[in-house]
């Protein structure tokens, strides 16, 4: 079975600019989390989607927005762009809500 | 916002030794997870707990909930070269609607 994939693997984009990162969950799971996570340290939690609803949202701007579509993938989409949204960005999903999570390989976004 | 603390925060040890590591938060969680991460990838679940006082173990690893709630411990015995990576601890607290990861132990295996 496919794990969680997302896509683009690395991406570029200057200051200002808007970026969309998407994720596909593992088969039959409706719950998809997004998390920010810089260089040394942990992943931070940016929204928890179940079933299309927003189930937990973290301490970033609005900037940050996220939806769930109807065959459970999600997009993250971050508006602009600083230095500093520069970082690894990972999807999880799991089978409901606050479960074990599994986590997709990360886009890497550099803005420059 | 709610901080969960790993100690220690890194370790060198000789391969075939037994390696402690814990997390502590102020909050009491619900569920700890346990995972491993390499370099440029995702994390990788190790273990879930979901009781207090639950130990659970997946090969060379036992991870324990603490009776208190607010901390949990992995132990990896006679680790092995590939055990090298980043161990997070994480889950959500039992107030809230977020999912914390703690600070990290970073380990490494010397041959």
């Known amino acids: 079975d496919a794990g969680v994939t997302q896509s683009p693997t690395h991406l570029i984009k200057t200051r200002g600019q808007q970026v969309t990162l998407r994720c596909s969950p593992i088969?039959?799971?409706?719950?998809v989390s997004w998390y920010q996570q810089v260089l040394g340290q942990g992943p931070q939690f940016i929204f928890q989607?179940?079933?299309?609803?927003?189930?937990g949202r973290g301490n970033f701007p609005d900037r940050f927005s996220a939806r769930q579509f109807p065959n459970y993938s999600s997009e993250l989409n971050v508006n602009a762009l600083l230095l500093g949204d520069s970082a690894l960005y990972l999807c999880?999903?799991?089978?409901?809500?606050?479960?074990?999570?599994?986590f997709g390989p990360g886009t890497r976004l550099t803005v420059l | 916002g709610q901080q969960l603390n790993q100690s220690p925060q890194s370790m060198f040890i000789q391969e075939g030794e037994d390696v402690s590591m814990n997390c502590t938060s102020s909050?009491?969680?619900?569920?700890w997870l346990w995972y491993k991460q390499d370099p440029g990838e995702g994390p990788v679940l190790l273990i879930a707990?979901?009781?207090?006082?639950e130990l659970t173990s997946n090969g060379r690893l036992t991870a324990q909930f603490g009776i208190t709630r607010k901390d949990s411990f992995l132990n990896i015995s006679a680790s092995i070269p590939s055990d090298v990576g980043v161990y997070f601890c994480?889950?959500?607290?039992?107030?809230?609607?977020?999912?914390?990861f703690g600070t990290g132990t970073s380990l490494t295996v010397i041959p």
């Open positions: 999880a999903s799991s089978a409901r809500v606050w479960d074990e999570q599994f």
């Open positions: 088969s039959g799971h409706k719950s």
């Open positions: 989607y179940y079933e299309k609803e927003e189930r």
């Open positions: 909050s009491i969680f619900n569920t």
């Open positions: 707990l979901y009781k207090a006082g």
């Open positions: 994480a889950g959500p607290p039992n107030t809230g609607n977020q999912f914390y």
